[in-house]
């Protein structure tokens, strides 16, 4: 009989505050690199790159006997993911960092949704109303007919609901396959969904935009790691809220490193569609139920 291992919320804490750090982190680098190299290429060379983190998986991955079925997952999880990616990069040099950040919220919505269409998953009155909660706030983030929807915030649109599929493949995958046969797969499919796409439009790298994206896969994976130990440490209901630490360390550094403008409308909209991921996770733990909607950053590249 296993013992489960005792919550320490200040520990979660810690590790979900270095997540975001992380996460930050990759996003000045990639802003700091602007439009100079197509996203395509940056997402790829971000992830291939990235693949020598994996050399501790070689033994679970040679001793995994996938199924052809599995296969097909991992496939189409590699694709959403690899789409999303790109998406990401592109919007991130095109509209200010707090707008990436509050839009890449709407993501664990997105899986709410799609868990109960494709799931079987019960939408309870609850639920709907944060959802709906959630959507408000990406409309008062857009405010079409009030301001400029770029094509950066359509890509992020379109990266949230991608992100999501990729979620949902790797929630079906989880309960069949190692963790650690998940994360690698995921890895190399998204690095082989990325190789057309870079090589459609080429841009030679230099030497000082390799090592920045090569600290942007050092930090993504640096954060897929501490948000690992933030919640071996305390249940997602403690960690989650601390998420909306990212949007704050957003606006500051948009605001003093880029010179962006701090808007009032984009933090509103994302403290929503946060309240609403956090008041979603909740009730998930309050019924007992088995997590379905994930943390935030579990959505990100």
Same mark, same amino acid.
């Given at each position: 009989?296993?013992?489960?291992?005792?919550?320490?919320? /200040?520990?979660? @804490?810690?590790?979900?505050?270095?997540?975001?750090?992380?996460?930050? =982190? %990759?996003?000045?680098?990639?802003?700091?690199?602007?439009?100079?190299?197509p996203p395509a290429e940056m997402a790829f060379l971000r992830y291939g790159m990235g693949l020598v983190f994996l050399l501790p998986a070689i033994g679970s991955l040679?001793?995994?006997?996938?199924? /052809?079925?599995?296969?097909?997952?991992?496939?189409?999880?590699g694709l959403c993911h690899g789409v999303g990616v790109i998406l990401w990069f592109y919007a991130m040099v095109r509209i200010p960092i707090a707008d990436v950040t509050a839009m890449n919220y709407l993501a664990p919505v997105y899986v709410t949704v799609g868990a109960a269409l494709f799931l079987g998953e019960t939408l309870a009155f609850r639920r709907i109303? /944060?959802?709906?909660? !959630?959507?408000?706030?990406a409309a008062i983030i857009l405010r079409p007919g009030f301001r400029e929807v770029s094509s950066g915030h359509l890509a992020m649109l379109l990266a949230a609901v991608v992100f999501a599929g990729s979620y949902l493949s790797a929630k079906v995958l989880a309960d069949e396959v190692k963790p650690a046969v998940v994360v690698a797969m995921?890895? @190399?499919? %998204?690095?082989i969904t990325l190789a057309p796409f870079a090589l459609a439009n080429w841009v030679t790298p230099g030497p000082g935009d390799l090592a920045l994206l090569f600290c942007v896969a050092?930090?993504?994976? !640096? =954060?897929?790691?501490?948000?690992?130990? /933030?919640?071996?440490?305390?249940? %997602?209901?403690?960690?989650?809220?601390?998420?909306?630490?990212?949007?704050?360390w957003a606006v500051l550094l948009g605001a003093v490193v880029f010179d962006e403008q701090v808007d009032i409308w984009v933090v509103l =909209? =994302?403290?929503?569609?946060?309240?609403?991921?956090?008041? @979603?996770?909740?009730?998930?733990?309050? @019924?007992?139920?088995k997590p379905v909607t994930p943390p935030t950053n579990a959505t990100k590249l």
């Open positions: 009989m296993t013992t489960a291992l005792p919550h320490r919320p /200040a520990a979660g @804490i810690f590790w979900m505050l270095v997540t975001g750090v992380c996460f930050i =982190g %990759v996003t000045a680098l990639v802003k700091t690199m602007g439009p100079r190299m040679r001793a995994a006997q996938l199924t /052809a079925r599995q296969w097909r997952l991992f496939g189409v999880r109303a /944060a959802v709906i909660a !959630a959507l408000a706030g995921l890895s @190399i499919f %998204v690095t050092c930090l993504a994976t !640096a =954060g897929h790691y501490t948000m690992t130990l /933030a919640f071996a440490a305390a249940p %997602v209901t403690v960690t989650q809220p601390v998420t909306f630490t990212q949007l704050i =909209g =994302g403290v929503m569609i946060l309240a609403s991921v956090t008041f @979603i996770t909740w009730r998930e733990a309050v @019924i007992n139920r």
